[in-house]
């Protein structure tokens, strides 16, 4: 039997758009220090913060011009319980940090999550300082990131000339993911997707885990575009892939994402 490892905070608790999910930091540190804490150290599992999502932040009074200002919170208030008597909440038992980015362009990634100097990284210094004596920036240079949902479905969000972009396709995200993607220009405006988001992925130090999101989704909707599969099974009688559905796992050809090309030659099989 596999043994877990790892114990996973809440699932984007910054989401004021669903019950289930929405708590305020001060919340979440509530439940953090009495349930979730406890039950890891119990059952010697390391923990994963949170998952904090870049598209949620617009839904906030703090908004978007410092990253993970969720989190950032979240530590303050443990932090502030560090020494409670019966449930202290303890920063140093966090390995690792959860978020969640659905955009495909390498620079996207590599502006935000390059170790020490993106954009993440430098907004959660600033925010955190000398917060209670500690010494933060140590702390949060030495947690990887886990990337635990990712697509290209918000690529056109924040770029000026991508408003009229159009819905992309299982074989465009497929270009887009592997680099492939030719520029998209709007007016005098252009933005490229480079090597795309896998590439910087693999690349990026501070990065350690990913997984694209979805594996299944109805409709025609970019949630479905970027699923797995759309299908009740993968391929057909023949045992050929079918034409929707993710290309990496559809068997979109390896070199131009066309379709037609056996499963084994997809993309990301071959990382």
Known sequence: KAKPRYLMGFNEPE???????NMSPHEAVEYWR???????VELDLALVS????EGLCKQHEYGCQLKGTWYA??????WDQREDQEFPCDVEKIAAVSVHLHQCMEDTWTRLFSQGTGQFFRDMKQQMQAYGGKDWDAFIDSRKIWVTEFSCNDDSLGYGALDSMPLASSADMCRQLTGQAETWKAGKKSQSWGKGAVHALEDLESITRYAW????APGK???GASAMLSHDRLVDDAG??????????QGLDQVNCSQGAHAASAPLLQL
């Open 15 to 21: 989401d004021s758009r669903a019950k289930h999910k």
């Open 34 to 40: 009495r349930f979730v804490q406890p039950a890891a």
């Open 50 to 53: 949170p998952t904090v999502s």
């Open 73 to 78: 919170n979240f530590l303050k208030a443990c």
């Open 213 to 216: 999101r979805n594996t299944w």
């Open 221 to 223: 909707s970019s949630a």
């Open 240 to 249: 050929r892939p079918f034409s929707h559905g993710l290309a990496m796992l």
